[in-house]
């Protein structure tokens, strides 16, 4: 038996989707199905797997779960909840640009703003801890945020700076000062503009520097408005890939400059033609 899988990418952040609504495979599915659907046949590896779980056009309702590539879930997902939401508008022909997605469980609210761009409401951060010279933040999923400024002193050291190496070598010492195993790298230089911020992300799940992340952009916004590096309430990421995500923060002047919530906005693409993959062998056709 085969399945139909999608390729898509959220800010180059890039993920297979496929719809399980008729219910071929059960819930949840098991890490050699997730790895072995990331391990694509003539495109990179996946960042991570959709699985569309319900669609309801008359209302603009959805529901998928999430999967990292080693099969680990229940974690949020920015980019691929916002390529989640896209899909859906298409696939369910929506009648409406505002969707509401439910993501492992989780409620959000999202909005078509163009056409592949799409504006994602989070709630308000789970926690936030300033540590040192760092950051550790928790917006569904766990980020540290390193101001780069502290390891390289220009964009072009930062490019060249060793983030898998710094990860291999220094991200056990932040998994025991947070107490959190499943832990989210990032090192974020900004630029003079008070608007613009480059960013790198090493991720939990996926084991290695991913083109972008959603949860990571956002994690690097609050973190670098709290430590007043960056003042603006619209921030401009650039990652890896760089397909520019914007951060734009909510801030409450009415109790002392508390960011109230955030919103994820960037493009949601499907990238080339989807293909079979026969679950029997676990392979691509």
């Known amino acids: 038996m085969s399945i139909e899988v999608q390729h898509w990418s959220g800010a180059g952040n890039r993920f297979v989707i496929v719809d399980n609504r008729q219910r071929t495979i059960e819930n949840p599915w098991n890490s050699l199905l997730v790895r072995s659907l990331c391990k694509r046949k003539h495109l990179p590896d996946a960042e991570g797997l959709l699985v569309l779980i319900e669609l309801d056009p008359m209302d603009s309702k959805c529901n998928y779960d999430f999967y990292n590539p080693d099969g680990s879930t229940g974690v949020m997902c920015g980019n691929g909840a916002r390529c989640a939401v896209r899909h859906a508008i298409l696939t369910g022909n929506f009648k409406t640009n505002q969707v509401e997605l439910i993501l492992n469980g989780c409620l959000y609210q999202a909005k078509l703003v163009g056409n592949d761009r799409v504006a994602l409401q989070l709630p308000i951060y789970k926690e936030l801890r300033l540590i040192e010279s760092w950051t550790y933040v928790n917006v569904g999923s766990h980020h540290v945020i390193i101001d780069a400024r502290e390891l390289v002193q220009s964009n072009e050291e930062f490019d060249r700076f060793d983030l898998i190496q710094f990860a291999n070598e220094n991200l056990n010492s932040y998994r025991d000062k947070v107490g959190i195993r499943n832990l ?63 951060v734009h923060l909510d801030i409450n002047d009415e109790k002392e400059e508390k960011i109230s919530g955030m919103i994820l906005e960037g493009d949601a693409r499907q990238d080339t033609s989807s293909n079979r993959f026969d679950i029997e062998s676990m392979q691509y056709l």
């Not at 608007?195 to 994690?219: H, K, P």
């Open 184 to 246: 989210n790298l990032n090192i974020a230089f900004p630029i003079n503009d008070q608007q613009t911020i480059r960013l790198r992300t090493y991720e939990n799940g996926v084991y290695d520097e991913t083109q972008a992340c959603g949860t990571g952009a956002v994690s690097t916004a609050i973190a670098f408005w709290t430590r007043n590096i960056i003042r603006n309430s619209e921030i401009h990421l650039i990652p890896t890939s760089q397909r520019i995500l914007i």
